[in-house]
């Protein structure tokens, strides 16, 4: 067995070993909308849910250099977003929209998906997706290198936050948002259930692996 202290590597190094050891991840497609009405779209796979009651879910944003990416300063100037579960018809143009392009370009325009007006959020969704979450923002939290979060819970402190938008001490923004609507297509729902099978969703793996569904196999929980 290998033995390695995260603190006696470099950063880079413990991403890897991260991103190859949490697998499959799920991916949210994220679409949000700029301070100039840009619609942003982005993917990120560290997501995860957070609750049922509410409807939570988590998707950390990492940062270059200090500075926020478009998704979480959207997120967090408008408190709006739009998730998306990335399926295998999605995989290739979601993929496109990793490029990295200035605030005031839509990584849409690299694609050849639509957008769908959203019901109860402002920000549009993505019409070819299976799965669509409205969603808005439940809580803010900057996560900064050695030291313990700082947690935006208010309209000024998130303020704050986007002021300093160079904090090189601020490494990833994680964004704790709830579900205010969801969107599926009839394909997949059957009787308030998904079915993974027609869903075919596409999980991250490391460097620029992915992966599908697989084998599903069943085992019955003790109680």
Do not use: W
């Not at 709006?80 to 490029?99: F, G, P, R, S, Y």
């Not at 290198?145 to 300093?164: F, P, Q, W």
């Amino acid at each position: 067995m290998i033995s390695i202290d995260p603190n006696g590597q470099q950063e880079q190094d413990n991403y890897k070993l991260l991103i190859g050891s949490i697998i499959p991840r799920p991916i949210a497609f994220v679409t949000t909308i700029g301070e100039d009405g840009t619609v942003n779209a982005a993917p990120f796979s560290f997501f995860s849910v957070v609750s049922s009651s509410p409807p939570l879910l988590s998707v950390s944003v990492g940062r270059k250099g200090g500075v926020m990416k478009d998704t979480a300063r959207n997120t967090v100037n408008r408190g709006e977003l739009v998730i998306h579960i990335v399926d295998e018809d999605l995989a290739v143009e979601m993929n496109k929209t990793a490029a990295p392009l200035p605030p005031e370009q839509s990584e849409l325009d690299l694609t050849a998906l639509t957008t769908v007006p959203s019901k109860k959020v402002s920000v549009p969704g993505i019409r070819e997706a299976k799965i669509r979450m409205e969603c808005v923002l439940e809580q803010h939290i900057p996560i900064r290198r050695g030291s313990a979060a700082g947690l935006g819970t208010d309209k000024a402190e998130a303020e704050a936050e986007l002021e300093d938008l160079t904090s090189e001490e601020t490494v990833c923004d994680l964004l704790l948002v709830r579900v205010v609507q969801f969107h599926f297509d009839e394909e997949i729902y059957r009787d308030g259930y998904i079915e993974a099978a027609a869903l075919k969703p596409v999980s991250r793996l490391a460097g620029d692996d992915y992966a599908g569904l697989g084998d599903i196999f069943t085992l019955i929980r003790q109680r």
